[in-house]
């Protein structure tokens, strides 16, 4: 029984893929994902743009792969990028084989838009000879037309029926190591053809919610309707679309996981607004902590709150805590108990060094549990 019963998300059972040495579903971590926007083979630009995501702490990276300059580049891209390569890939079975070749983790491919029978059988040759798991992406934009016919306009069940169908056609290749994205810009049509996929199959789901829009405006849309799915237990990696650089998308995928209690990573920060009563700049000390902290992954919790009112209670909860005092002396919290003061001039400098002391003290024991458990 659960301490506090209203915090419990309990998951959808999924079966799980993998996506190189990614698993997703099941009992796995959500992984949160991004893609790149560079010209594939650009190999360079590609990169230094996935080196930033994996900076950012994305689990899988997804390149599209138009044409066979693409492909070609993704052997070199694959070898040089630490986190698993995922390939787009809309209608051209040859680019599959090519990118599957290639060393990609997954391709992002809807075998019903391959073509012939045969042309299926090698793609999914193709990815059980090089280990490659696969996603149905079914968008609400691009629905198959004998099911708008149907149908009448993209609906919920136009969209699960869609993906069912996909998925039967790797089912009758005996293949399924996939995962199934049905993605729409409306949060409301995305949430019921994710919420009538999960009961129609066990697949793990890739949640998104396809353009949705600016920094700002995507971000709401997306927590909204990933938020919903997954306080409901539904969704096993997430990408979050921004019309912003691939770097938020991660930013933002990790906030949402840890508003949820899903995942954490680096430090989460509880402020307050601020108001007359707050004894020094909270909305500035949180900015600039907020960019000198972006280099911490460890996992922790620092509350900034510019005065008494609600500066204790929160610090109580937290691993550091200031909280705003008179004279510019302000208390700073450990483990939740007043430790000591620090005055306006040092507040971030001081903050930004217990947080790295934190986090050295967080990985050390968690190397310390590591070599306890490989030893016994
Ligand atoms: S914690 Fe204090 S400073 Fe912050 S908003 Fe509340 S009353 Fe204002």
Redesign the pocket.
């Known amino acids: 029984m659960s301490v506090r019963p209203y915090r419990d998300i309990i998951r959808r059972k999924s079966r799980q893929v993998m996506v190189g040495d990614v698993p997703v579903g099941g009992d796995a971590p959500i992984s949160v994902q991004s893609m790149t926007n560079t010209l594939t083979h650009d190999v360079e630009a590609t990169m230094a743009q996935i080196r930033s995501l994996e900076e950012a702490g994305a689990d899988i990276v997804r390149v599209s792969c138009p044409d066979e300059e693409s492909t070609a580049a993704l052997k070199d891209i694959v070898r040089q990028a630490n986190v698993p390569i995922v390939a787009d890939i809309h209608f051209h079975y040859k680019r599959a084989i090519e990118a599957a070749e290639a060393g990609a983790a997954c391709l992002r491919i809807n075998p019903g838009n391959i073509g012939s029978a045969d042309r299926v059988r090698e793609v999914v040759r193709a990815a059980k000879d090089h280990g490659c798991s696969m996603r149905i992406g079914v968008n609400a934009g691009s629905l198959e037309k004998h099911l708008l016919e149907q149908f009448g306009e993209p609906c919920p069940e136009a969209m699960v029926q869609s993906a069912l169908e996909h998925a039967k056609i790797l089912e009758d290749n005996d293949f399924r190591d996939f995962k199934i994205s049905v993605k729409a810009s409306d949060v409301f049509l995305a949430v019921a053809a994710y919420q009538g996929l999960a009961e129609a199959c066990d697949y793990p789901l890739h949640l998104g919610i396809t353009e949705a829009g600016g920094l700002r405006g995507g971000t709401v849309k997306s927590s909204i309707g990933m938020g919903m799915l997954l306080w409901s237990g539904i969704g096993d990696t997430i990408r979050v679309s921004l019309s912003a650089d691939p770097v938020e998308e991660i930013k933002v995928g990790f906030e949402m996981l840890k508003s949820l209690d899903l995942r954490h990573r680096g430090v989460r920060i509880v402020s307050?607004?601020?108001?007359?009563?707050?004894a020094f700049p909270?909305i500035k000390t949180v900015e600039t902590l907020e960019k000198r902290l972006e280099h911490i992954s460890t996992p922790m919790s620092l509350s900034i709150?510019?005065?008494v009112?609600?500066?204790p209670g929160e610090a109580r909860e937290t691993d550091i805590g200031l909280t705003?005092g008179g004279n510019g002396n302000h208390m700073v919290y450990l483990s939740g108990v007043t430790d000591h003061k620090i005055d306006d001039a040092h507040i971030v400098d001081h903050i930004v060094e217990l947080v790295e002391q934190k986090a050295a003290e967080l990985e050390a024991e968690r190397a310390k549990d590591a070599s306890v458990r490989q030893a016994s």
């Open positions: 307050c607004p601020s108001c007359a009563r707050q909270v709150i510019g005065c009112v609600n500066g705003g």
